[in-house]
């Protein structure tokens, strides 16, 4: 429900630019990218999966009393990096819940299930959203802020719902650090490359809501894209993480790196609106491809008792490169107009889909 309004909320309420509003998304995506990393590795080490995900999301409800006090840019700012904040909490743990509640022959498909549900509550908020403020005749943002607050507490009370597994292991056994770190798979050290690489060319999805207000959609119809983009999103993850189990994570992987640059390459050149339309769906299929199979194959090569630390690793890796992306992007979009930032990156994604082709195996289960 908030996600998408927020570029909107700094640009017409603060007056942010893009490059203001690149330094806020860089920092809220990367500020907590550590803690990734740290939450998967305690979750693994105490096996306290469920209790550090809860935690993580949490936050979820502070994060929106913020944004309804926040009297300037800087308030934003400090509400998106509780909101990432969290997220680096809850992200490995809970990505950990799902592998271990899945059949390792449909790891894919779990994590396309997770991403499907997702995408869909994201879709369902983004509807009510629209039509919330389209009613309303003016944007009330704080009211908005305000209501996002019941589906997160319902969110809460579903955790009474969990069972958690736990790894059996020997008690002398003992989950260290720096010792998981150092002895990293040698597929995993290439695609972690890969996901720093992509990252650094896959900014935040605020720069494309700009894109379609430049190209003419007024600020309620940019929310009907991101609606469009989540509802493509939620439809295709399912299938996409089930053919990934069938196929190998690699070809999708590779597949999905290459929509994204064909899409990027889009939202650069497109100057009317329905191709703007076409690429938000675009967009939506390279979510489908990519975001479920990448935790896929980090989760099936991963040792079961470092399960939730390399999903945390994998995850910090992209954070902190989201960082230098966003505020690259807002740097660029100020110098050179829209077009140059995505074919920047574009041009990453797709070194990142070559690399990938080149180095890494094909994984699959056999069945």
């Known amino acids: 429900m908030v996600y998408p309004i927020i570029p909107l909320y700094l640009t017409v309420v603060f007056g942010a630019t893009p490059a ?3 330094v806020i998304e860089g920092i809220a ?8 990393l740290v939450s998967g590795y305690m979750s693994d080490r105490f096996q306290r999966k469920r209790l550090i995900a809860f935690a993580g ?14 009297g300037s840019w800087l308030g934003i700012l400090a509400a998106r990096a509780l909101d990432r904040f969290g997220k680096g909490i809850r992200t490995a743990p809970r990505d950990a819940l799902v592998s271990d509640s899945a059949d390792r022959k449909e790891i894919g498909k779990a994590f396309g299930m997770h991403k499907a549900l997702d995408k869909a509550g994201a879709a369902l908020g983004i509807l009510f959203t629209y039509f919330l403020l389209g009613s309303a005749g003016d944007f009330d943002y704080k009211k908005l802020f305000a209501i996002s607050i019941i589906p997160a ?22 989950i260290r650090f ?6 990293l798979d040698e597929q995993l050290k290439i695609y972690l490359l890969v ?9 935040s999805n605020a720069f494309l809501v700009l894109k379609a207000n430049a190209v003419g959609f007024d600020d309620l119809n940019v929310i009907l894209l991101y609606f469009i983009y989540s509802a493509t999103a939620s439809a295709l993850s399912l299938p996409s993480g089930g053919l990934s189990d069938k196929i190998g994570r690699k070809r999708l992987l590779v597949s999905g790196y290459l ?10 050149f497109a100057f009317n609106q329905p191709f703007i339309v076409v690429m938000f769906i675009l967009y939506g299929v390279h979510t489908a491809m990519i975001t479920g199979n990448e935790r896929a194959f980090v989760a099936e090569i991963a040792a079961p008792e470092l399960k939730g630390t390399m999903l945390g690793l994998q995850a910090t890796v992209a954070g902190i490169a ?32 070559v690399i990938l082709m080149v180095f890494m195996r094909n994984t699959r289960v056999v069945c």
Do not use: D, H
Request: positive net charge.
């Open 29 to 36: 995506e990367s500020l907590a990218s550590l803690l990734k």
């Open 195 to 203: 996901v720093a690489l992509f990252t650094l060319g896959n900014s």
């Open 178 to 183: 720096f010792g998981s770190l150092k002895g």
């Open 259 to 268: 929509t994204f640059t064909v899409a990027y390459l889009g939202f650069g």
């Open 153 to 174: 507490i319902i969110g809460l009370c579903m955790f009474a719902f969990i069972k958690e597994k736990r790894v059996e292991r020997s008690e002398k056994t003992q």
């Open 57 to 70: 999301y949490s936050t979820g409800i502070l994060y929106k009393l913020v944004l309804l006090f926040a």
């Open 322 to 353: 989201l960082l230098p992306a966003s505020i690259i992007t807002g740097a660029l979009w100020n110098a050179f107009g829209p077009v140059v930032p995505f074919i920047f990156g574009a041009g990453l994604s797709f070194a990142a889909a």
């Open 20 to 22: 203001l509003i690149g």
